[in-house]
């Protein structure tokens, strides 16, 4: 995988949520019966006039949009878990290993990594730069 793959691998989760979030606000919002009124007049005669009141629940075709969106996303994010998982498995340094699989496992930020492995956060980032390039 290429360091710009990890790089989506350990932002998706938090993507993810985020659309997760939203889409629940919007159904929260579209769970809401819409209401309208319009006046009308009976068929025959003497054809009075009346209100009638018309009930329902919204239903939005971008909520759908987002949702399959959502889901192709997921799918992306499971992809490249299994590819990450393998791949991680074959690094020889291990410092790169613990620290790439961390990211991309665990969510940990390069600031926990670094903490873990006794170093600083740029000598970490540094590390895993280098073995990606």
């Not at 390069?110 to 006794?118: D, I, R, S």
Request: charged share 35%.
């Amino acid at each position: 995988m290429t360091f710009k793959e990890y790089k989506k691998l350990w932002a998706l989760p938090a993507d993810i949520k985020a659309r997760e979030s939203r889409i629940e606000k919007l159904l929260r919002r579209k769970d809401t019966i819409a209401q309208d009124t319009v006046h009308g007049s009976a068929e025959n005669f003497p054809y009075t006039k009346h209100t009638v009141i018309i009930r329902g629940v919204e239903t939005d075709a971008d909520v759908l949009a987002m949702q399959e969106r959502l889901k192709k996303l997921n799918d992306e994010y499971d992809r490249l878990y299994g590819r990450a998982l393998i791949e991680i498995e074959d690094i020889t340094d291990p410092e790169v290993r613990v620290a790439i699989s961390r990211r991309s496992f665990d969510g940990w930020s390069w600031a926990e990594v670094a903490q873990e492995l006794g170093r600083s956060e740029d000598a970490v980032k540094k590390c895993v730069g280098r073995y990606f390039s």
